[in-house]
């Protein structure tokens, strides 16, 4: 199994304010895709953003955004002007097909 | 619309009783997997399919089966549940990709205990 790790079991931020989430993942492909899914109370899972791993260009979908580092097996998460409804499980995860995710990490929003 | 549906929602049940959970698609996917949650350990992948009769291990398949006979839907079979698959169930489907898989769409999941 592709080992995907979360070191920050939680993280708190002020509204309005940044924060960001990091994952590092270990592999031995070139070729693979990057996702960081939410999970609010509702146990719902969530898509936030997705990475192809050719694409050098950094993925940004609105507030949030990655900085990917192929070379160093990083893909962290930024989420910008941070909003209530951000608070919620953030899992980072591996995919070449077998999926592997990380712990998770806890985003609570300070209002 | 587009989604994934799972069945039971909840399911308490009792060691031994076999016990299968649904799980159907309707946007075409050719890949299906199933994960079990757990605290402090994420989302692990119990089993995947890339197409019909096509069915893979993830990592945590032992005390898991599965079958895809249909491109639809993917059940997941407990056929002697014991108290450590207690745990909260998804479901999820995407495109197949070259290298990997597409956006997941997950299922609302399911909550077993199993007494």
């Known amino acids: 199994a592709q080992t995907v790790t979360q070191s920050q079991p939680e993280m708190s931020v002020q509204e309005a304010e940044t924060v960001t989430l990091s994952c590092t993942y270990d592999?031995?492909?070139?070729?693979?895709?990057l996702f960081w899914y939410k999970q609010p109370p509702s146990r719902q899972m969530i898509l936030v953003i997705r990475?192809?791993?050719?694409?050098?260009q950094n993925a940004t979908e609105n507030r949030f955004s990655v900085n990917f580092q192929k070379a160093a097996k990083s893909f962290s998460l930024k989420i910008s002007d941070s909003q209530l409804g951000d608070a919620a499980m953030y899992f980072c995860a591996y995919d070449d097909y077998k999926l592997s995710f990380g712990a998770g990490t806890t985003v609570t929003v300070r209002a | 619309e587009a989604q994934v549906t799972q069945n039971p929602r909840y399911l308490i049940t009792v060691t031994g009783k076999k016990l299968t959970v649904t799980c159907s698609q309707n946007?075409?996917?050719?890949?299906m997997s199933w994960y079990r949650q757990d605290p402090g350990l994420g989302l692990r992948q119990i089993y995947y399919s890339m197409n019909v009769e096509v069915t893979d291990k993830g990592d945590v398949p032992e005390g898991y089966k599965v079958s895809r006979k249909e491109k639809r839907n993917f059940p997941l079979i407990l056929e002697s549940p014991s108290p450590n698959q207690t745990s909260l169930y998804f479901c999820?489907?995407?495109?197949?990709?070259?290298?990997?898989?597409?956006?997941?769409?997950f299922g609302p999941g399911t909550r077993l205990t199993v007494l």
């Open positions: 592999t031995s492909e070139s070729d693979y895709y």
């Open positions: 990475q192809e791993a050719y694409k050098q």
């Open positions: 946007m075409n996917h050719e890949y």
């Open positions: 999820a489907s995407s495109r197949r990709l070259a290298g990997g898989t597409d956006t997941q769409y």
